[in-house]
């Protein structure tokens, strides 16, 4: 039985980073003392990058357990690690390349691959030997990041996306026709839903609308409304024009 998201309303992005990143800390720190090491999912867009920037400065970089932590991405555009638009690129620049993890522990998906669905299928092996899976397992993430797009979209699974219905694989390429760069490659929902812990970063007002459609009993198809861990904890964490038209007694 999925729990009830948790809902944290900050009042703006710097506020919002802030609690982000100590979240990740938290979280690492204790994934290292559970299991001996700690694997996270990357989110890309605007939101998280802030959150990067502050969890890669002091005092937080002091306190993280680099040498232990393991980082992935929940999906990628297919553009070659140093494209403006690239996931990876975004998170190295403000995060990974000021920070002592090991180049080894970084798992970046291969968007400039010229075959999407090989690529997501190298990806999917990647996974199962990084974790240690068997065959038709799915991986448990002890975080994934998520951000929130306008039409409800998270990482790249898109509304009315067949992708929405994958039960077997892992990984996934996707072709979003209304996207910036519509090829894409991305985690599937029984990733997400099986990850020990998901937080969604949200922020703005022109996201407020989406906010309550996702979070609301009678959600509709929207994707971010399908991020539900089945075993784990759901946190949203949104900055007050991305809350504005919640109950007020949503807030947490």
Same mark, same amino acid.
């Given at each position: 039985m #999925?729990? !009830?998201?948790e809902i944290v309303?900050?009042? #703006?992005?710097?506020?919002?980073? $802030?609690?982000?990143? +100590?979240?990740?800390?938290? @979280?690492?720190?204790?994934?290292?003392?559970?299991?001996?090491?700690?694997?996270?999912? &990357?989110?890309?867009?605007?939101? *998280?990058?802030?959150?990067? $920037?502050?969890? !890669?400065?002091?005092?937080?970089?002091?306190?993280?357990?680099?040498? +232990?932590?393991f980082v992935f991405f929940g999906d990628e555009r297919a553009v070659p690690p $140093?494209?403006?638009?690239?996931?990876?690129?975004?998170?190295? !620049?403000?995060?990974?390349?000021?920070?002592? /993890?090991?180049?080894?522990?970084?798992?970046? /998906?291969?968007?400039e691959a010229d075959d999407p669905e090989a690529a997501a299928a190298e990806y999917a092996r990647t996974l199962a030997t990084a974790f240690g899976s068997r065959r038709g397992e799915v991986p448990r993430f002890d975080l994934v990041l998520l951000g929130l797009g306008v039409d409800g979209h998270?990482?790249?699974?898109? *509304?009315?996306?067949?992708? &929405?219905?994958?039960?077997? +694989?892992?990984?996934a390429?996707?072709? !979003?026709?209304?996207?910036? /760069?519509?090829?894409?490659? @991305? &985690?599937?929902?029984p990733v997400f839903n099986a990850a020990a812990r998901v937080i969604f970063l949200v922020s703005?007002?022109?996201k407020a609308k989406v906010v309550k459609a996702a979070l609301s009993d009678q959600a509709p198809a929207l994707p971010a409304a399908m991020i539900r861990p089945t075993d784990g904890r759901l946190t949203w964490v949104l900055d007050r024009p991305a809350a504005a038209l919640l109950p007020v007694a949503e807030a947490r």
């Open positions: #999925d729990a !009830a998201p309303i900050v009042p #703006d992005p710097a506020a919002l980073a $802030e609690t982000a990143a +100590r979240a990740i800390v938290d @979280t690492a720190l204790e994934a290292v003392a559970a299991r001996g090491r700690f694997m996270l999912a &990357l989110a890309g867009g605007a939101t *998280p990058r802030t959150t990067y $920037e502050r969890l !890669a400065a002091a005092p937080l970089r002091e306190r993280m357990p680099w040498d +232990r932590t $140093e494209h403006p638009d690239s996931n990876y690129g975004m998170a190295d !620049a403000a995060l990974l390349s000021a920070v002592p /993890i090991p180049p080894a522990q970084v798992f970046r /998906i291969r968007g998270t990482a790249s699974l898109f *509304p009315g996306s067949p992708v &929405l219905k994958e039960v077997f +694989r892992t990984v390429a996707v072709h !979003a026709t209304a996207a910036s /760069i519509p090829q894409r490659l @991305t &985690l599937t929902l703005g007002a022109e």
